[in-house]
């Protein structure tokens, strides 16, 4: 009776830390859309982190915390120095986030996912090319597809593609052009995406890459 009656204590307590915790996920998230400078996403991936941490078994704040040091990250590219322990920890938060995500039942779930650790492994090439180029970039393009084979019109997954199209060098195998159709197949799907806690970002990045390629 004992035992049973702390089992149900514990299930309560998870019940009640999974509900308080989703408003200020969605809250998180709202701010997330918005953000644009290295300061926002250090700051959002402390409060992700910190719900990460709190909820234990709920894999969007670990997916969300790897998303906001990706973009850092991406910010940084240029400072190749200042990007390994954003690079580092959005590696362990993507995996840990891996570690909760059921890949028979969860395959969107994952496909999401495998596009953020596509991301983060490209941070690493950006790093220093040269040194980490090969290894990194292979990585990056190997959960990448992963990600289309589990999702394959995922609209963030197309936008990473045609990033990566995009700043390819056309000998290897890079392409303005089909970067700029992948970028628009992403924006038009996303005009009918929904702003709650769920994957759902991408019309920024895709603008700006359209932006970039007139």
Not at 145 to 159: C, E, F, I, M, T
Request: charged letters at 20%; aromatic letters at 12%; a neutral charge.
């Amino acid at each position: 009776m004992k035992k049973t009656m702390i089992s149900m204590l514990v299930l309560l307590l998870i019940c009640y830390s999974t509900f308080a915790q989703t408003p200020a996920l969605q809250q998180a998230v709202s701010r997330l859309d918005k953000a644009t400078t290295v300061k926002d996403y250090e700051s959002l991936e402390k409060e992700f982190s910190a719900m990460a941490a709190a909820a234990g078994k709920d894999w969007l704040p670990y997916y969300y915390a790897a998303f906001c040091n990706a973009k850092i990250g991406f910010l940084y590219q240029e400072d190749g120095e200042r990007i390994e322990p954003y690079s580092k920890q959005g590696e362990e938060q993507a995996l840990k986030a891996q570690s909760l995500l059921d890949s028979a039942t969860q395959k969107n779930e994952l496909s999401e996912l495998y596009t953020v650790m596509s991301m983060v492994y490209r941070t690493k090439v950006f790093i220093n090319p040269m040194t980490y180029g090969r290894k990194y970039g292979l990585l990056s393009q190997h959960f990448l597809d992963l990600a289309k084979g589990l999702s394959p019109h995922n609209p963030r997954v197309l936008y990473v593609e045609a990033w990566v199209k995009y700043y390819t060098p056309k000998m290897w195998g890079g392409d303005k052009d089909l970067a700029k159709q992948l970028a628009n197949e992403s924006l038009a799907q996303l005009q009918q995406a929904s702003d709650d806690i769920h994957p759902h970002w991408g019309k920024t990045e895709d603008m700006t890459l359209l932006n970039q390629s007139k």
